[in-house]
């Protein structure tokens, strides 16, 4: 059963720093690349970042470029996204899942519970 739990949500200050956790379980993690996405109230879900099976290629969406930073251990099961110098605008609840920037179909329509991130003053 796939399972993906987000984690390390929080509210920061404009400018700060959080790093997001997922561990996931129930299918062959380290045979897919793997995407963070983000929905803000009233928005469509967007890819945030993404990174290859092997960690060899990453890619950070142009909004988020320079500040954002994903990661994966294949040994753990685990996908990281670091943000600093966060803005407003990312404020979102945050979701990692399977892919290389959309979701496979095998992975149907799961998704986790997101974690909340709030950048505010």
């Known amino acids: 059963q796939v399972q993906l739990v987000e984690s390390g949500g929080g509210l920061v200050r404009p400018g700060g720093s959080l790093t997001l956790s997922c561990a996931a379980s129930?299918?062959?993690?380290?045979?897919?690349?793997m995407t963070w996405f983000r929905q803000a109230p009233g928005k469509e879900r967007e890819w945030v970042a993404a990174?290859?099976?092997?960690?060899?290629?990453?890619l950070e969406a142009d909004s988020v470029k320079g500040r954002f930073s994903i990661s994966r251990d294949n040994v753990k099961n685990m996908l990281y996204l670091q943000m600093s110098s966060l803005k407003p605008e990312d404020t979102a609840m945050y979701y990692c899942n399977a892919g290389w920037r959309s979701v496979p179909q095998w992975m149907g329509d799961y998704w986790g519970q997101g974690t909340q991130v709030t950048v505010s003053s």
């Open positions: 990174i290859s099976r092997a960690s060899v290629t990453t």
């Open positions: 129930g299918f062959a993690f380290s045979n897919e690349a």
